[in-house]
């Protein structure tokens, strides 16, 4: 079985200002894994993520995904082309349904002239975002008002549009953040079912470790812009630096948060 | 599972109405339908701009250049028949707003609005320096005809009355499939998370480019309509103060429906003319207070009345969900 590099990012800067927020970053991804980029906060995990998906253009360094250069390419081509994100916090149209979520997300990847006078509410369209949402076990809210939504429930919906293009890389930033502490395990194993049902490669940012170690085949570490570590669970998470300056920061700012 | 739509159905029997009112109304009322048409027209290009979180301080631009092009069709080309004006127009309406377009389908918020402005202002200078079209004073348009029949007034006033009434109920049908659409949706969600919406794959500058364009189409329709209803045009059409009308009609109507422009218009003009009558000195003060209770009470306009707002426009007047 050969494996398909899909992501390679070669030597990637970006600085703003005289902030350096990457610094030679060198990532390969190959067909399906799973994996998670650890750090601390500002450590360049967001920024790496924005520059890949086409939100921010980095000062140097070239992105190929899928065989194509796609450094510079706008979000949309970049969503096009076969890599989507979700959001730290679920990035949704607030003034819609659940289901006209998902049909604005499955609309916005086809739309053109013929899109004045094609309804939205469509029965091929509705039968797509009907199957992405029980996918992900949301589809009893799809005609709820997004304003209404739990937090899991909206991390699940911002997850559920950035799928229903059949993304090749789904990127997700921070899927549990925001949720309860119990409900981070049930959100995560919904997630993961929900994407392994597709071809989905993930990269996913995460804190808690107990979850990288649980879903990720794989670790990069990202500390003041730069990679300190990459490869298997185990032996990142066992690496001096980063256990120095991630996981310790992380396990200490959570005993500091708790009484 | 298909959903049998009423509002086309409704839209074609509200039409019908008003149409066979034309055998009871008398002349003047006829003209103030049409007028509260025309107005509405330009309104609904209004509203369609708004549900993308663009607010419009200009669209007298196309209300006016809509207008001109009715003059002059009749003055430079001869052109009278007024089905070939309103088409003319229409073009004229569809090309303007393609180029203009281009640059502010670039711009948001306040610099949209502003720049909207801008340009409407400037070709309000143009019209009041010119004076082979009559500089502040405009020009009269000369009377309608048919199919290359001459009419006499009576009959030119029952003509655009009818054909008033087909154009709004041809365009009420057209903006409702627009708000259906799918770029209608993607408007409204440009408008309340445009990151978002690049991110899945869409290009919100293009989504409000063709958005503007249909507005100023609809804008000129209605400039059309009303030089041809008045037999007079003047570059007051395109001042800042003709613009901010429309809003005003926008917001005492509300989004929820097309039908909402067509509300508002007639209450405007409804409160206008009393006003106008009652207190021929103060009836700016009484319009003012009207919207001031109207936002107040019904924030979502009057079409809320008649069917409850959904949260979209409960969210875009209290700011955006921190994110």
Redesign the interface.
């Known amino acids: 079985m050969t494996q398909k590099t899909i992501l390679e990012v070669r030597d990637l800067n970006k600085a703003f200002g005289a902030v350096v927020a990457a610094a030679d970053i060198n990532i390969e991804v190959t067909e399906g894994e799973i994996i998670a980029i650890i750090g601390a906060n500002g450590a360049g995990k967001t920024t790496f993520v924005n520059m890949v998906t086409g939100y921010l253009t980095p000062t140097t360094g070239t992105i190929r995904f899928l065989g194509q250069d796609i450094t510079g390419r706008a979000p949309a081509a970049v969503c096009k082309a076969g890599l989507t994100r979700s959001f730290q916090v679920a990035q949704l149209f607030p003034g819609l349904t659940v289901m006209e979520n998902m049909l604005v997300a499955f609309a916005s990847l086809r739309i053109g002239t013929a899109s004045f006078f094609t309804p939205l509410n469509n029965a091929a369209a509705r039968k797509t975002a009907l199957g992405v949402l029980s996918t992900f076990g949301i589809d009893p809210h799809a005609d709820a008002p997004v304003s209404a939504l739990a937090q899991g429930v909206r991390k699940l919906l911002d997850i559920s549009m950035a799928m229903i293009s059949g993304p090749s890389l789904l990127m997700l930033d921070e899927p549990t953040s925001g949720v309860a502490v119990d409900e981070k395990f049930p959100l995560m194993e919904t997630v993961m079912a929900g994407v392994r049902q597709t071809d989905a490669t993930i990269m996913f940012i995460e804190h808690d470790m107990e979850i990288v170690t649980r879903y990720a085949s794989r670790v990069i570490a990202f500390y003041e812009g730069t990679i300190i570590a990459d490869g298997p669970v185990a032996q990142v998470l066992d690496d001096e630096r980063v256990r120095k300056y991630i996981v310790g920061q992380i396990q200490a700012a959570a005993t500091a948060d708790s009484p | 599972?298909r959903q049998i739509d009423y509002s086309f159905i409704a839209i074609v029997l509200a039409a019908l109405l008003l149409a066979l009112g034309a055998v009871v109304f008398p002349l003047w009322l006829l003209s103030t339908i049409v007028n509260i048409i025309a107005k509405a027209l330009v309104v609904i290009g209004v509203i369609l701009l708004m549900r993308g979180g663009l607010v419009s301080f200009g669209q007298g631009l196309y209300y006016c250049i809509g207008g001109y092009v009715v003059g002059l069709g009749g003055q430079l080309l001869g052109i009278t028949d007024i089905v070939l004006l309103l088409v003319f127009a229409a073009i004229i309406g569809i090309v303007s707003g393609a180029v203009i377009g281009l640059l502010m389908s670039r711009f948001r918020e306040i610099f949209f609005a502003m720049f909207s402005l801008a340009i409407a202002m400037i070709l309000y200078g143009m019209l009041s320096q010119s004076q082979a079209l009559g500089s502040t004073d405009g020009f009269n348009v000369a009377r309608v005809t048919a199919l290359g029949i001459e009419l006499t007034a009576g009959q030119a006033s029952l003509l655009i009355y009818l054909v008033a009434c087909a154009l709004a109920a041809i365009l009420s049908i057209l903006t409702h499939?627009?708000y259906?659409?799918?770029?209608?949706?993607?408007c409204?969600?440009a408008g309340?998370?445009e990151?978002?919406?690049?991110?899945?794959?869409?290009?919100p500058n293009?989504?409000f480019y063709?958005t503007y364009i249909i507005a100023a189409t609809l804008a000129a329709l209605g400039g059309a309509l009303t030089a041809i209803n008045y037999g007079h045009v003047g570059p007051n059409m395109t001042y800042w103060t003709q613009s901010g009308e429309f809003i005003f009609i926008a917001l005492l109507g509300g989004s929820g429906s097309v039908m909402a422009a067509f509300v508002g218009s007639t209450l405007f003009e409804f409160v206008r003319t009393y006003a106008l009558e009652f207190a021929p000195d103060a009836w700016q003060l009484i319009l003012g207070t009207v919207l001031v209770l109207i936002i107040f009470f019904l924030p979502d306009g009057l079409w809320s009345l008649i069917q409850p707002a959904?949260?979209?426009?409960r969210?875009?007047r209290r700011g955006?969900?921190p994110?």
């Open positions: 599972m499939i627009y259906k659409s799918e770029v209608g949706f993607a409204l969600a309340e998370n990151v978002r919406l690049q991110y899945l794959g869409a290009t293009r989504i063709g959904r949260s979209s426009a969210i875009k955006k969900a994110s």
